[in-house]
Nanobody
Framework: QVQLVESGGGLVQTGGSLRLSCAGS????????MGWFRQAPGKAREFVAA????????YYADSVKGRFTISRDNANNTMYLQMNSLKPEDTAVYYC????????????????WGQGTQVTVSS
């Protein structure tokens, strides 16, 4: 079993910053990746960023590149998403996810998910 719990969401003004956390527990894999996804009302869940857990390679959606930074703390089994220069279009529920193997931009490739945390950016 894998448990993932997100925190750090909230309401912020345009241009502001938030830091999301994803605390993991339970089973881990010798090779695994974790990702952040988001889902706005009426829209499909979309990829935001991913990180390979052991090496730390990162990958970002074009829409957040240069504004968001994904990182992880292996010792504490926690992943982070630092979000700067937030825009109203970043408003969504943000989810963290884990998968064995390498990272993927497809939500269907991740079998383990957190419950989500709401991020709202006001204009």
């Amino acid at each position: 079993q894998v448990q993932l719990v997100e925190s750090g969401g909230g309401l912020v003004q345009t241009g502001g910053s938030l830091r999301l956390s994803c605390a993991g527990s339970g089973r881990t894999f010798s090779r695994q990746a974790m990702g952040w996804f988001r889902q706005a009302p009426g829209k499909a869940r979309e990829f935001v960023a991913a990180i390979s857990w052991s090496v730390g390679n990162t990958y970002y959606a074009d829409s957040v590149k240069g504004r968001f930074t994904i990182s992880r703390d292996n010792a504490n089994n926690t992943m982070y998403l630092q979000m700067n220069s937030l825009k109203p279009e970043d408003t969504a529920v943000y989810y963290c996810a884990r998968r064995p193997g390498g990272w993927s931009t497809s939500p269907e490739m991740y079998p383990y998910w957190g419950q989500g945390t709401q991020v709202t950016v006001s204009s």
